[in-house]
């Protein structure tokens, strides 16, 4: 099984800042790697596919890039309604998997 | 437009059995595959498995295979997830998910489905 290590747990920023967080997988998984983000007591929605591809309806502030097995999720000039949990999740190996999530509070 | 309606909050106990539902809406007449995620209280996302509606094809994590039953009626547009002995950690929310491959990324979610299990 692929094991995705997101990183950090949690982070808190003041708005506008930028928030960076990582997911690692244990094997190569090409592009395979998408995020979602899940805001308190919500469903989660999906944020970027395959690594950084956008999805429409989604704030460009939003950005997913790959070097190798690392992935990052990138959030801009942070803003209040991106208070949420976010989770990587892999679909190139069965069983899909999803990272741990990150917490992203504002100070 | 994609619609995803599970059913409500259940309330059992340790050794009864369960049946939750999923009501998915036909989209543009392309095919798609039905997922079940868990999410335990307060902790992350887990993928337990998914069924093609077309041909009832249930491709189950490991983690989840013999634990749960995932099953279609393709005449009503419904997915079910099921467990024939419940378990005090079963207790979760199960959120029903889309996907256009089996191993695909989810880009629709239900609103989830809320499991107690406790005497």
């Known amino acids: 099984e692929i094991v995705l290590t997101q990183s950090p747990d949690f982070q808190s920023v003041t708005p506008n800042e930028t928030v960076t967080i990582t997911c690692r997988a244990s094997?190569?998984?090409?592009?395979?790697l998408h995020w979602y983000q899940q805001k308190p007591d919500q469903s989660p929605t999906l944020l970027i596919k395959?690594?950084?591809q956008s999805i429409s309806g989604v704030p460009s502030r939003f950005s997913g890039s790959r070097s190798g097995t690392d992935f990052t999720l990138t959030i801009n000039n942070l803003e209040a309604e991106d208070v949420a949990t976010y989770y990587c999740?892999?679909?190139?190996?069965?069983?899909?998997?999803f990272g741990r999530g990150t917490k992203v509070e504002i100070k | 437009e994609v619609e995803l309606v599970q059913s409500g909050v259940e309330v059992k106990k340790p050794g009864e059995s369960l049946r939750i539902s999923c009501q998915y809406s036909?989209?543009?007449?392309?095919?798609?595959?039905i997922g079940w995620v868990r999410q335990m209280p307060g902790k992350g996302l887990e993928w337990m498995g998914i069924?093609?509606?077309?041909?009832?094809?249930?491709r189950y994590s490991p983690s989840f295979q013999g634990q749960v039953t995932i099953s279609v009626d393709k005449s009503i547009s419904t997915a079910y997830l099921q467990w024939s002995t419940l378990k005090a950690s079963d207790t979760a929310k199960y959120y029903c998910?889309?996907?256009?491959?089996?191993?695909?990324?989810?880009?629709?979610w239900g609103q989830g489905t809320l499991v107690i299990v406790s005497s």
């Open positions: 998910v889309k996907s256009m491959v089996s191993l695909g990324v989810v880009d629709f």
């Open positions: 395959f690594a950084s």
């Open positions: 069924i093609y509606p077309g041909d009832s094809d249930a």
């Open positions: 999740h892999q679909t190139s190996r069965f069983p899909s998997t």
């Open positions: 094997q190569s998984i090409g592009d395979n």
């Open positions: 036909e989209y543009n007449l392309m095919s798609y595959w």
